[in-house]
């Protein structure tokens, strides 16, 4: 069964960058869509970007062309590049398989804790 560790939330004031990492262990990544999800207080978690294992990513209106979700299979890691991040950007932010997402059988980490304030 796979586990993924979420890292590089932190502090950030806004308009400033952040990249998270995703990194898995137990199963390789390399035929799994896979999404950085995130939740915001008292918020329903929500999905920011994806990626196919084609390397085909979608984007969330609200972060498209601020951020940038790549992997490397090799590594068994996913990443969310994020520029010009708002206060609205706050959350944490998870990383897990979209198909396990949809399906309702997904199991969630810690996630990392990204906060945007000045």
């Known amino acids: 069964q796979v586990q993924l560790v979420e890292s590089g939330g932190g502090l950030v004031q806004p308009g400033g960058s952040l990249r998270l990492s995703c990194a898995a262990s137990?199963?390789?990544?390399?035929?799994?869509?896979m999404g950085w999800y995130r939740q915001a207080p008292g918020k329903q978690r929500e999905l920011a970007a994806s990626?196919?294992?084609?390397?085909?990513?979608t984007y969330a209106d609200s972060v498209k062309g601020r951020f940038t979700i790549s992997r490397d299979n090799a590594k068994m890691t996913v990443y969310l590049q994020m520029n010009s991040l708002k206060p609205e950007d706050t959350a944490v932010y998870y990383c897990?398989?979209?198909?396990?997402?949809?399906?309702?059988?997904?199991?969630w980490g810690q996630g990392t804790q990204v906060t945007v304030s000045s």
């Open positions: 137990g199963s390789p990544l390399s035929g799994s869509t």
């Open positions: 990626i196919s294992s084609g390397g085909t990513a």
């Open positions: 897990n398989r979209v198909i396990l997402v949809q399906r309702g059988v997904a199991s």
